[in-house]
């Protein structure tokens, strides 16, 4: 039998669950499950600029800075994200997604990054600019 200060633990937690849920069920269209980033070494030469340009050079990629740190954005939705349903594997989930905070979300705001790379040519420009021979 609970004692109570299990029990009233538990009202507190389903309340944040429904909370949290309220707000992924009104994001359309799930801007979380339609991307994944992955942090790679920062360049310090023209050789690790040429390998961040090769990157680039794919569709649906991206890079970023975000507090001296370089990442890689992948554009491509996940396999197990369904429009009208949602996440197919929300119970069993990655961890990265369960610890993914409504607080953290996209879905209130643009991202806050400080540098940011759509194509290769804007790299390469700032690659020069940076960089001038």
Known sequence: MPTKRAAAKKPSREKKRTKDSSIC??????????YFSTE???PHSAKDFDDILWI???????IYTKRRRWYVMVKTPC?????T???????SRP???RA??????????EYDFDLHFHSYEELERYFRLRYPK
């Open 95 to 97: 961890r990265i997604c």
């Open 25 to 34: 069920k009104s994001c359309v269209p799930a801007r979380c499950c339609m």
């Open 40 to 42: 790679i070494d920062a």
């Open 100 to 109: 993914h905070h409504p607080a953290e979300c996209e879905f209130h705001e």
């Open 79 to 83: 396999r197990f994200f369904d429009p």
């Open 85 to 91: 349903r949602g996440c197919l594997i929300y119970p």
């Open 56 to 62: 680039l050079a794919h569709r649906d990629v991206e």
